[in-house]
C-alpha cells in the first residue's frame, strides 16, 4: 500500500546528529453524524484496522488497558500501541507507542469526537512526541500523514 511505504521510507530516513525538540501534530475532519454514532466505528481500540487504510492488523493482549500490536497491510511495519485513557462517555481514547518505525520517541496521542452541529461531528487527533536528532520534519510529517489518511477513510466510509 501506497501509504505504508511512505510512512517506511520516512521512518528509515537517515538521522542528523542535533536534539530533536519536542513537537506536536494536531488534524481535525468533521464527518457526518452525531458523536456516538461516529464513536461506534471508531472508538473501539483494534478498530483502527476497519478504518484506517494502512491498518491491515490489530491484536490486543487482552490486559487492562490493552496494548495493541498494529501491521501494516504491506506487512512491514509493525507499531506496539498503549491505551493510556478512555473516556466513552466524552468519546475519547489516548494512546503511547511502545515501539514503531517513526523517527520518534514519547510519542502520546489522544483521538476525540465531539458534536459540531445537528447531525456533524469533528474528529481531533493530536499528539506530542520528541523526533529523532534531526528527523523534525521527517517525524511531523509522516504523524501528519497517518492522521490525515486515517481521518479521510473515516469521512468517506461514514459517508456510505
Known amino acids: 500500500?501506497?501509504?505504508?511505504?511512505?510512512?517506511?521510507?520516512?521512518?528509515?530516513?537517515?538521522?542528523?546528529t542535533q536534539a530533536g525538540s519536542a513537537?506536536?501534530?494536531?488534524k481535525t475532519i468533521d464527518v457526518a453524524g452525531k458523536?456516538?454514532?461516529?464513536?461506534?466505528?471508531?472508538?473501539?481500540?483494534?478498530?483502527?484496522?476497519?478504518?484506517h487504510?494502512?491498518?491491515?492488523?490489530c491484536t490486543t493482549d487482552g490486559k487492562s488497558p490493552p496494548t495493541r500490536t498494529l501491521l501494516t497491510k504491506d506487512g512491514k511495519a509493525t507499531f506496539v500501541e498503549l491505551q493510556t485513557g478512555r473516556n466513552d462517555k466524552d468519546y475519547?481514547?489516548?494512546?503511547?507507542?511502545?515501539?514503531?518505525?517513526?523517527?520518534?520517541?514519547?510519542y502520546k496521542s489522544t483521538i476525540t469526537v465531539t458534536p459540531k452541529g445537528p447531525d456533524t461531528s469533528?474528529?481531533?487527533?493530536?499528539?506530542t512526541f520528541t523526533p529523532n536528532p534531526g528527523?523534525?520534519?521527517?517525524?511531523?510529517?509522516?504523524?501528519?500523514g497517518i492522521y490525515q489518511a486515517g481521518l479521510d477513510s473515516v469521512k468517506a466510509k461514514l459517508a456510505k
Open 53 to 57: 487504510p494502512a491498518i491491515g492488523e
Open 122 to 127: 469533528t474528529i481531533t487527533w493530536k499528539s
Open 92 to 106: 475519547s481514547y489516548s494512546y503511547a507507542i511502545k515501539s514503531s518505525p517513526l523517527p520518534l520517541t514519547g
Open 135 to 144: 528527523q523534525d520534519a521527517a517525524a511531523s510529517d509522516a504523524v501528519g
Open 23 to 26: 513537537a506536536s501534530v494536531v
Open 1 to 16: 500500500m501506497r501509504m505504508s511505504s511512505i510512512m517506511i521510507a520516512t521512518a528509515l530516513l537517515g538521522a542528523g
Open 35 to 51: 458523536p456516538a454514532q461516529i464513536w461506534a466505528a471508531i472508538g473501539p481500540f483494534c478498530s483502527i484496522k476497519d478504518w
